[in-house]
């Protein structure tokens, strides 16, 4: 498929990233060339009736309860926050 | 400097041949003389493993029975946490962070014994195939300087192959623990999904993600393996393995898939393979041609999984809880994302993050992720069929040796097709061994030994034969 300007930008905004535009040009590009690629696994027929990764791995789960990490995992957490008030993590606001 | 195995190291200090002191002064001076040009390394644990080592001689000192990685220095990959000590994936949007928690796989190696030197690099969330992609640096190989050592776990495979430590950990979702092993003459191990916790290793592609050794010899990987190995509660998907019996080579069934000897693979490489194939023939193995008829579209599907699950993993670095934010920089919510994320993340994070962006998007997502998904039971499917066969697969590990510097570094594609024979096995989680088998043109090559899910024990017997007919 062609890839556009248009979808790259529509892209970067779903993901979240400020592109430069060099950084537009080069993944379109980039883009086109490893979607050609890939492509040709719809070369590929898959029966339709084939069950999708049915996994025969099962999980082991755990108990579903709520376990005290410690403090000193509290605090290392806390000092990584970018920004914080007390002991509350502190972020712009999210309704304007 | 000798490059010592785990045996030695234990009989030297129980004999006290050596203090442990001694040992870890020696190795840390290994790391002091060459790490500057070879750049394994991001950082040294110097202060911390020399406190450790004297607890060991301590311990020798008073007559107690030393545990099985008592004193033997390890190297972690960047990507694994390890509680009070930065680990940044190899990124700048992690260049501050501390670890507030150790993996368990770390963790398991340090209630062993084992002392961590240090973290190596990686390309960047452990997305490459050369460690060109690091924020820190690029590393070289030890046989050859103007190469590159492999990635992601290039840091980790360059370290043991310069003698900087015994063993060391990487971690593996197309190739990143086999290929560099490959690249830089050592032993590596891609163990089944599920061997290891992955609990603290960083994510990348959750699914295909596994942490496993990387060592000098078979024995040592075998061994750090079995300290790692396991059930955690902390990770769902972990199990406990079975025990196998070994096998010896008289009988023993060796398929050789016909898609992995094809085109695009340096003859050289081909013959060594088959040279040692030769070999374990006439040691009573039987050797049969088998054929995987998805695999030529494993990379494929490989690059539309990995990415789609890369581009949700990635989400959490929006520069609120932690990491790179620009939080001061920026007018509201939506921009504090946009620009912590535009300047902490290189340039192959980026890539995949829009590519799985896109194969996981409404309107692009039945032709692509999907397709990509039955393509990857299909594989799961050839890979079943043929262990009814044959016991495991031999294969090179990649179609060439360690390639330049910069090589391909322009064309991210020629890049992703140096893992086309180790995705596979991350898509059907399989466990696979990758040994050096000698050289060509004076660098290393590797050969992999696939196996049904949760044989590591046999793998590692097959591979311990594969040695002996080789020395």
């Known amino acids: 498929m062609t890839i556009t300007q248009n979808l790259i930008d529509h892209l970067a905004n779903l993901a979240k990233l400020q592109l430069t535009a060099e950084e537009k040009e080069r993944y379109l590009k980039d883009l086109s060339s490893i979607l050609a690629y890939v492509e040709t696994i719809q070369k590929l027929t898959v029966k339709q009736e084939l069950k999708l990764t049915e996994e025969k791995t099962v999980n082991n789960w755990r108990q579903d309860m709520v376990s005290n990490c410690g403090e000193q995992i509290k605090e290392r957490i806390k ?18 | 400097m000798e490059k010592l195995t785990i045996k030695q190291i234990h009989q030297d200090l129980v004999n006290k041949k050596i203090s442990c002191q001694d040992l870890i002064k020696q190795y840390l001076s290994e790391i002091e003389k060459f790490d500057g040009e070879i750049r394994a390394l991001l950082e040294v644990f110097k202060e911390e493993a020399l406190a450790e080592a004297k607890l060991v001689d301590e311990k020798i000192k008073k007559g107690e029975a030393l545990k099985s990685l008592d004193g033997i220095p390890v190297i972690i990959k960047d990507n694994l946490l390890y509680a009070g000590h930065h680990c940044s994936a190899g990124s700048k949007v992690l260049e501050n962070y501390v670890a507030p928690y150790t993996a368990t796989a770390v963790q398991k190696l340090k209630e ?9 690099n990686m ?5 490459g195939s050369s460690t060109e992609n690091s924020a820190y640096g690029v590393t070289k190989n030890p046989y050859d300087l103007e190469r590159v050592p492999g990635g992601s776990s290039g840091g980790s495979a360059a370290a043991v192959a310069a003698n900087f430590c015994v063993a060391s950990l990487g971690s593996d979702t197309g190739g990143s623990i086999r290929q560099p092993a490959a690249f830089c003459g050592v032993v590596g191990l891609k163990p089944t999904y599920g061997a290891v916790s992955r609990y603290g290793l960083m994510a990348m592609s959750s699914s295909l993600d596994q942490v496993g050794p990387m060592a000098n010899t078979l024995a040592d990987t075998r061994e750090i393996f079995e300290a790692i190995m396991g059930q955690d509660e902390k990770d ?5 393995l079975p025990t196998l019996r070994e096998k010896t080579l008289k009988g023993l069934k060796i398929g050789l898939p016909k898609e992995y000897f094809a085109k695009g693979l340096d003859p050289q490489i081909e013959k060594n393979i088959l040279q040692t194939i030769e070999k374990l023939k006439q040691a009573g193995a039987k050797i049969k041609s088998v054929s995987l008829p998805s695999a030529e579209y494993a990379l494929a599907a490989y690059y539309l999984i990995m990415p789609a699950e890369v581009s949700s993993n990635l989400a959490r670095f ?3 809880r932690y990491g790179l934010s620009l939080k001061d920089q920026a007018a509201n919510l939506i921009d504090v994302y946009k620009n912590s994320r535009a300047q902490g993340f290189g340039s192959e994070a980026k890539r995949r993050i829009i590519l799985g962006t896109f194969s996981l998007s409404s309107g692009y997502f039945d032709a692509y992720y999907k397709k990509a998904l039955q393509v990857q039971e299909l594989i799961k499917q ?17 179609p060439t040796v360690a390639f330049k510097i910069g090589e391909k570094n322009n064309d991210p594609l020629q890049m992703y097709l140096s893992d086309i024979y180790t995705v596979s096995v991350n898509l059907a989680g399989l466990p696979a061994l990758s040994l050096p088998n000698g050289l060509v043109d004076k660098m290393p090559v590797g050969l992999q030994i696939i196996g049904p899910h949760f044989t590591e024990h046999f793998l590692f017997s097959v591979g311990e034969q594969i040695e002996k007919i080789n020395k």
């Open chain 1, 79 to 96: 000092e990584s926050f970018p920004d914080k008030k007390d002991n509350l993590l502190k972020v712009k606001g999210v309704f304007e």
């Open chain 2, 112 to 120: 062993a014994g084992a002392i961590i030197l240090g973290r190596s």
């Open chain 2, 123 to 127: 390309d960047e969330f452990a997305m």
């Open chain 2, 236 to 240: 769902a998907t972990s199990k406990e």
């Open chain 2, 318 to 320: 929006d520069g609120m």
């Open chain 2, 382 to 398: 050839d890979f079943e069929k043929v262990f009814q066969e044959v016991d495991c697969l031999i294969t090179p590990t990649t």
